[in-house]
């Protein structure tokens, strides 16, 4: 699902045009959640947003192909929130496969 098309229809901002309080809240959040998960994450990543389509073609492909989409769609996620890569770029998602 893309949430860049599905946020606007459904009155939601982009992360920049949100309130302050907002914005407020979206950071406890990821708080939250990165001690929930007890990961590293970066909270403000310097790809971020980013054009995530390549990743989620991939991860979908991978899973028309018979593979796990779990493995693929983690490292894509690690590259962008915990090693601050790109992962609109192709050499960064590559990478994530070949992990």
């Known amino acids: ?3 860049g098309v599905i946020f606007p229809q ?3 901002l ?6 302050p309080q907002r914005r407020d809240y ?7 959640w990165k001690t929930h998960l ?8 310097a790809h971020f947003p980013t054009n995530d389509k390549p ?3 991939m991860a979908i492909a991978a899973g028309l192909a018979g593979h796990d989409m779990g493995p693929i769609s983690l490292a ?7 090693e601050e890569k790109n992962i609109a770029e192709d050499a960064v ?6 992990q």
């Open 93 to 98: 998602l590559v990478e994530a496969a070949n």
């Open 38 to 45: 007890n990961k590293e994450i970066t909270l403000e990543p």
């Open 76 to 82: 894509i996620m690690t590259k962008c929130w915990t």
């Open 55 to 57: 990743g989620a073609l």
């Open 14 to 19: 982009p992360l920049g045009k949100r309130s």
């Open 26 to 32: 979206r950071m406890m959040e990821l708080k939250r």
């Open 10 to 12: 459904s009155g939601g």
């Open 1 to 3: 699902m893309n949430l």
